[in-house]
């Protein structure tokens, strides 16, 4: 059977916006898009009625669009910072997960919902991340997550390390113990 055109009443996803006219497989048609009045018969007269909501919804959709990227911006400019307890190597005691996530932003006055907060595993390192928040549709914003180790920092420590391993090297080569040096 050939396809049957249907003028979408809503818009359907990955199908069409309101007022489309669509070319469906009969079954799709009949057995989907008519009984949840999603879609009617393209008629002319069909058509003609519709026009006018086509061209609201359209001007609806636009805006939306525009308020999507308005939010998708505001969030590339986000950074949140947190300071936790941490081993030498840069390994937190605890994670970031997306509840403190959540908080850290109320806490700069930005609302974002916990399940919109996109982390494959808690944050377990000190250091920036990247988080994805989901905003609306297939739409995501990205913020930085700045993870500090609490009291000293990762150089303070690295510098302390090679200050102490430089004061038992010159110690070691010129205390009472000292072997002599081979020359």
Known sequence: MSDVEVLLQQSVKHL?????????????ARNFLFPKRLGIPATEDAKR?????AAKVREAEAIRLQEIAELVGRLAGL????????????????????????????????????????LDA????????????????????????????EGKSAEALEAEAAAEAAL???ASSEGPGAAPSEE
């Open 49 to 53: 009625q519709i026009a006018r909501r």
């Open 16 to 28: 069409g916006l309101v007022g489309d006219v669509v070319k469906v497989k009969p079954g799709y």
């Open 122 to 149: 808690p944050i377990k390192t000190v250091g920036q991340h990247k988080v994805k928040v989901h905003v609306k549709d297939d739409e995501f914003g990205e913020v930085i997550v700045d993870v500090e180790a």
């Open 168 to 170: 038992d090297a010159e």
């Open 79 to 118: 950074e949140f910072k947190i300071t936790m307890k941490s081993d030498p190597n840069g390994n937190l005691y605890g994670s970031v997960n997306s509840a403190k996530i959540v908080e850290l932003a109320s806490e700069q006055g930005v609302t974002i919902a916990e399940k919109e907060v996109r």
